[in-house]
């Protein structure tokens, strides 16, 4: 066995420590879109009043008057294709 003998901190300092937190947008590749935006902050605005499940979702968005890109209402079968094709 081998020792070392550590002669000072090699850590930086706190405010000089990477951040290690998710980054919000780290995996875009490009800004989020004014649409992109509006939906996320309707998600958002949602699932705040209490909302966790998708049916009370499509509800929410639906009376919050956000429509899908092609304008039509929210429903429970396009909104995982809707969400997916957002994500590309």
Wanted: charged share 25%; aromatic share 6%; net charge negative.
């Amino acid at each position: 066995m081998q020792l070392v003998q550590v002669v000072g901190s090699q850590l930086p300092a706190p405010s000089q420590e990477p951040d290690r937190y998710l980054q919000p947008k780290q995996a875009q590749y490009r800004a989020p879109t004014n649409y992109e935006d509006l939906l996320g902050d309707a998600i958002e605005r949602t699932f705040a009043s209490g909302v966790h499940d998708l049916a009370g979702l499509v509800e929410s968005l639906n009376r919050q008057g956000m429509t899908t890109r092609a304008g039509e209402r929210w429903t429970e079968e396009n909104y995982g294709p809707e969400i997916a094709a957002l994500s590309r």
